[in-house]
């Protein structure tokens, strides 16, 4: 007899339980490294139905979109190197309170909130004057 443990046969056959367990890989990217909040694609069509029109009238020139973690953002500017005119953001996280999409102007001011973009970017919309 020696003085070390006897390995049998069937410790080496079945391993732990928890070192033979399967995880899905698409799973543990997302626990991980969770993907951005993107537009979808009508909510993107939308927003730049509006950024076309106000492009033509010579109010709009340059935007940038951002994806983060926890928000996507549509960046509007009058000059590319100036602090955006409006924000058009979508925020999921308040999709239950507030709702998701929200216009912030330049000052930080929430212009409209709501459950529905095309509701939201009504903002935009000018309202007819009569013309004497």
Do not use: C
Not at 8 to 27: F, K, M, T, W
Not at 30 to 49: C, G, K, M
Not at 61 to 88: C, M, N, Q, T
Not at 95 to 101: I, L, T, Y
């Amino acid at each position: 007899m020696s003085d070390q443990p006897d390995i049998g046969r069937q410790d080496i056959e079945s391993p732990d339980a928890s070192l033979a367990s399967v995880v899905d890989l698409r799973e543990y990217r997302q626990s991980r490294d969770p993907l951005p909040v993107t537009f979808h694609r009508r909510e993107l069509d939308a927003i730049l139905w509006i950024y076309g029109r106000m492009v033509g009238e010579g109010e709009w020139r340059d935007y940038a979109i951002d994806h983060l973690k926890e928000k996507a953002v549509f960046s509007v500017f009058k000059r590319s190197g100036e602090y955006p005119l409006y924000r058009i953001e979508k925020n999921p996280k308040l999709a239950a309170k507030q709702g998701a999409f929200s216009v912030i102007g330049a000052d930080g001011r929430i212009l409209k909130r709501g459950h529905e973009l095309k509701q939201v970017l009504k903002v935009f919309d000018k309202a007819l004057k009569l013309v004497d």
